[in-house]
């Protein structure tokens, strides 16, 4: 379902700092990444982070909510960082027991959020939820990866920049079309960690600020039944392991 009205539009963006917040503030990435941020711009993958998980080609993510599957085709072709880290850390069994802490479907259908580590703890107060990061065993700090975003039509990749800072005046090659997996992020553009979102309709005003990866190929239905507060069962790659890089 597109949106059908520009005030809505406008109001559902106010929101998404509250709604699609992930990870941590400007602040504290600066306290924990321990090296300056790299400039933003257009840049070739090899100058990009290093020590990051990266897919080359594609890879199929099953997840089980509620006892049934949900299947999501992720494109690393088109966004190899973001895909990578996801990959990883479903492999990883990260998003095992995770919660959905945020579901939004009134006044129309957005996302359904989850992917907070802190949510596998049940003693974790709900208002803290949508603050958590991936923590990375080998470095004991939060894994924080760059907004990355391919234009349409075999542009090169983005990095840490929205499509308006960048001026670019295009698509995105991932669109947010209904089913769209995508990373939640704070004001931050370099802030995404563990949590994602679905879209349960057509989003085009978050195309170029925000980090699609995949899609849902089946279980959508799966996905419109989910509840705030439902769980992750379980997440596993059945297809193209052999894909993630994380050397």
Sequence with gaps: ???????????????????????????NLEATSGE???????????????????????????MVVNGSPI????????????????????????????????????????????????SRDPNVPAQQLGTGSFIDPDTEAPRYIPLEIRPAGG??????????EARINAAPE?????????????QAADSASAQFYITLAELPFLDGSYAVFGYVTSGMDVVDAIQQGDRIETARVIDGLENLRTE
């Design 155 to 164: 542009g090169e990749l983005l990095y840490s920049q929205t499509f308006e």
């Design 71 to 118: 299947v999501m085709e992720i494109d690393g072709a088109n966004a190899p960082i973001t895909a990578g880290n996801f990959v990883d850390l479903v492999n990883r069994g990260v998003y095992d027991d995770l919660v959905f802490h945020r579901v939004v479907r009134d006044p129309q259908p957005f996302v359904a959020q989850g992917g907070d580590p802190q």
């Design 36 to 62: 300056a941020s790299p400039a933003p711009g257009v840049l070739e993958l090899a100058a990009v982070p290093t020590g990051l998980p990266v897919l080359e080609g594609s890879a199929t993510v099953e």
């Design 174 to 186: 991932l669109p947010h079309t209904r089913g769209a997996v995508a990373m939640a992020r704070s």
């Design 1 to 27: 379902m597109a949106l059908s009205t520009r005030p809505f539009t406008l109001a559902l963006a106010a929101l998404l700092t509250l709604w699609l917040g992930a990870c941590a503030n400007s602040a």
